[in-house]
C-alpha cells in the first residue's frame, strides 16, 4: 500500500488550496484516512480524518477552514483548505488506519508529504 500527498505550495495569507492523497490499491475504500501536519520544530499534528463511508472529523484549529472528501472510486482523498493563515504552514502527510484517531502512532500507512507555506 502506498499514500502519496501532493498539491501543496505558496499562498498568501487568506488563499485556498487544495491537497490530494492518492492510494495504490483499491483496500483504500475500507480504511479511514487521516491527515496531519509538521511545521518545522513542531510535533505532528492531527488535522482531521475520514471514515470510508465519508464521515468527517477535525482538530479544532481547522474546524471551519478545512474540509476532507474523498473518491472512493479515484481511491484518493482530499484536503480542502481556505482562509489559510501563516501557521498553517508545514508539510502535510495523509495516512491510512483502521478507525478514527488523532493518535499518529496509530496510524500504519503514511505518504512522503507536501509543503504547504502560508505567507503574510
Known amino acids: 500500500v502506498q499514500l502519496q500527498a501532493s498539491g501543496g505550495g505558496l499562498v498568501q495569507a487568506g488563499g485556498s488550496l487544495r491537497l490530494s492523497c492518492a492510494a495504490s490499491?483499491?483496500?483504500?475504500?475500507?480504511?479511514?484516512l487521516g491527515w496531519f501536519r509538521q511545521a518545522p520544530g513542531k510535533e505532528r499534528e492531527y488535522v482531521g480524518a475520514?471514515?470510508?463511508?465519508?464521515?468527517?472529523y477535525y482538530a479544532d484549529s481547522v474546524k471551519g477552514r478545512f474540509t476532507i472528501s474523498r473518491d472512493n472510486a479515484k481511491n484518493t482523498v482530499y484536503l480542502q483548505m481556505n482562509s489559510l493563515k501563516p501557521e498553517d504552514t508545514a508539510v502535510y502527510y495523509c495516512?491510512?488506519?483502521?478507525?478514527?484517531?488523532?493518535?499518529?502512532?496509530?496510524?500504519?500507512?503514511w505518504g512522503q508529504g507536501t509543503l504547504v507555506t502560508v505567507s503574510s
Open positions: 475520514i471514515t470510508w463511508s465519508g464521515g468527517t
Open positions: 495516512a491510512r488506519n483502521q478507525r478514527i484517531t488523532a493518535r499518529a502512532y496509530e496510524y500504519d500507512y
Open positions: 490499491r483499491r483496500t483504500f475504500s475500507s480504511y479511514v
